[in-house]
């Protein structure tokens, strides 16, 4: 599995792995202390929701105490008035009772007798739901709801005594009429904050006193009707949100009303709230940071030390001791690094004797090379003398053509145990030692003829480098025995140099094999009219390297013949297999 096909965790660094795990078991602790600051915000909402309520109990209080000193007022100024009532001072026993605005005298008919207010007598109120239940009732006090006065054209409230004569016949009633507005003003509360309001609200729903509502929200004055009071969320009409707290007054008649905006995300008793839960959230940071400089001081740098000494050893450094573990870090740790200790010793002592054994097996190929050569070198003298006795030119060049195979091998193996890597062999000496040697066993300079070699520096199997020897062997061979004439008479002019070229030259992933020479009859030499063993052996080496035989015609005369081969791998060099002691880490 590659490092992008593994799960996204296994991708995390232990630190941070090991970080989520301890915020993941310390994480009771916040849900302990939100639990508590939940709670807390709770009690400091209900708590607001109470204190409003209890405003609005103490404002209801002050309207319900004047509302409820009409009875007692009706019956001081009956006391004090003479017979005829509206020959007294009206106005001047009204100013003295500032809860009420106006006062009036009814007859049994329901026509204003007289009033405080001007332009009031002769009005008839004989259709008022409150004379009505005055008169039919027998009640001796009657209290209206809300009205739109008469005459002052203000939302007023009634409240009636009946008058009767000593025959107990009903003769009219004596009116002390309170504005709402008036009403509205007992509910001040100046220690209030200036954002809280207080208003009345009657049965209908119709708000006094309040710059938020007209009328209030049907759903909360269903809740009303129902019997239930308290605290409310209730929309004004401008689409604000605002809590109101509403209580009833005067026989259930009225209500009043103490009005807030909730309290915004950061509001004080939220904040007050908060302090129960940062002392949790205080203590899982801590134990967070705590976690966190527990596992770098005694695992996580450890951990890195030891990967270190790993990049050492993995690099031939296998004499370096992980001392500071061994000293300072904790026992799991000194474990781990004693036995990455105990690797780098019997990773030393396999490394030497493998190298001991290599050694030792690359002198023995050296010798087998070396002795390989020799022999060669005796079987090609033995067929030099052998040659010395033939007289027939044929057997001779038999003789010459194998002579020069063999020498071609012979220089493969002087190449492999002259170098240190007996695996391999550089293109460069090796192709152009070959060619020096050939122009000497060919007598090419006695028949004036140039052999070059343009080699690029290459590494090759030792396995390839044997056919591509002996390749350019019977190339060469072929090329200096059949392209030139014996004499400087013919096709070629004799001011022209003859030349065989030998060339190694890479091309990407391939290499290129050449020989190419300038003689003359290119077309009568080609491999497919080639009658002797050479075209037959170039292309058994060809298959040898998986390589392509090509041949051609030059375009300034002569012939070219080729192997287009694969390029493999390059061997690596062999390296310097010694450890230099580099002391403890």
Known sequence: MTTDERPPLRRLSLRVVLLLIFAVALSPVLVIGGIRWSGDIEREAQYRRESMKLVAQLAAGRAQRALESAPSALELIAATIEDDPCKAPLKRVVDALPAFGTFGVIDAGGAVLCSTVAGAVGISVAGRPWFIELRESGAPFVQSSPLMA????????????????????FT??????????????????????????VALVDVDGHVFGSTHWDRMDPAVMARLSAGETGAFPAQAQG?????????????????????????????????????????????WLLALVTAWLAMDRLVLRWLDYLRRIATLYASGKLTVQPLRARQQAPFEINVLADTLEEMAVRIRDRTNRMENALQARDAAMKEIHHRVKNNLQIINSLLS????????????????????????????????????????????????????????????EDRGITIESDIEDDRLDADLAVPLALFTTEAVTN???????????????????????????????EAILAVEDNGVGSELRTLEKSTGIGGTLMAAFAKQVRGKLEEKSLPEGGRAIQIRMPRLPSPRPQADLELAPVGAA
């Open 150 to 169: 008469l005459v002052a054209g203000e939302m007023t409230i009634a409240s009636a005594a009946r008058l009767e004569d000593v025959d107990g016949v």
């Open 239 to 283: 689409g604000a949100k605002r809590e109101a707290a509403i209580v009833p007054l005067a026989g259930n008649t009225f209500y009043a009303m103490v009005s807030a905006p909730p309290p915004p995300p950061i509001a004080l008793e939220y904040v007050n709230a908060f302090g129960n839960f940062a002392l949790p959230l205080l203590a």
């Open 385 to 444: 003398l052998q040659g010395r006795k033939l007289h027939d030119k044929a057997a001779i060049a038999v003789l010459d053509d194998a002579r020069a195979r063999i020498n071609a091998l012979s220089l493969i193996h002087r190449s492999l145990y002259e170098h240190d890597d007996i695996t391999t062999v550089q293109t460069k000496s090796f192709l152009s030692d070959l060619v020096s040697h050939l122009d000497q066993a060919l007598g090419a």
């Open 479 to 509: 090329s200096v025995k059949h392209a030139f004439p014996a004499t400087t008479g013919g096709a070629v002019p004799v001011s022209s140099a003859w030349r065989v070229r030998v060339s190694y030259t890479l091309q990407g992933n």
């Open 172 to 197: 009219g009633a004596l009116v002390l009429g309170t504005p709402v507005s008036t009403l509205v003003a007992q509910l001040d509360h100046s220690d209030l904050p200036p954002s809280y309001e």
